[in-house]
């Protein structure tokens, strides 16, 4: 499944660094598809394939969830328009 990854960020730096880690630190068969922030850094989308909401948010909130308050929804893959496989 697509999970999208919501982010408010609180603190621009710190989160990409802990987004950069967990990008490192990916689970088995999980692939990052999209990382992309507002112009003003203060919203963060991230796009992960893995098997469930659960996993994206454990290890995404273990790297970079103390710089965010982020919401995790399952993608509508079947909609989306240029969303890469």
């Known amino acids: ?3 999208m990854a919501v982010s408010t960020v609180s603190d621009e730096g ?3 660094s802990g987004v950069k880690k967990a990008h490192a ?3 088995k068969g999980a692939r990052w598809k999209v990382a992309v922030a507002s112009k003003d850094g203060a919203k963060a989308v991230n796009i992960i394939t893995h098997d ?3 996993g994206v948010r454990d290890f ?3 790297h ?5 308050t982020t ?3 399952e993608a509508d893959a079947a909609n989306a328009v240029g969303l890469p496989r």
């Open 1 to 3: 499944m697509h999970v």
């Open 14 to 16: 710190k989160f990409w």
């Open 25 to 27: 630190k990916l689970p």
């Open 52 to 54: 469930s909401i659960e």
């Open 60 to 62: 995404f909130e273990t």
């Open 64 to 68: 970079a969830g103390a710089y965010a």
């Open 71 to 73: 919401e995790y929804f």
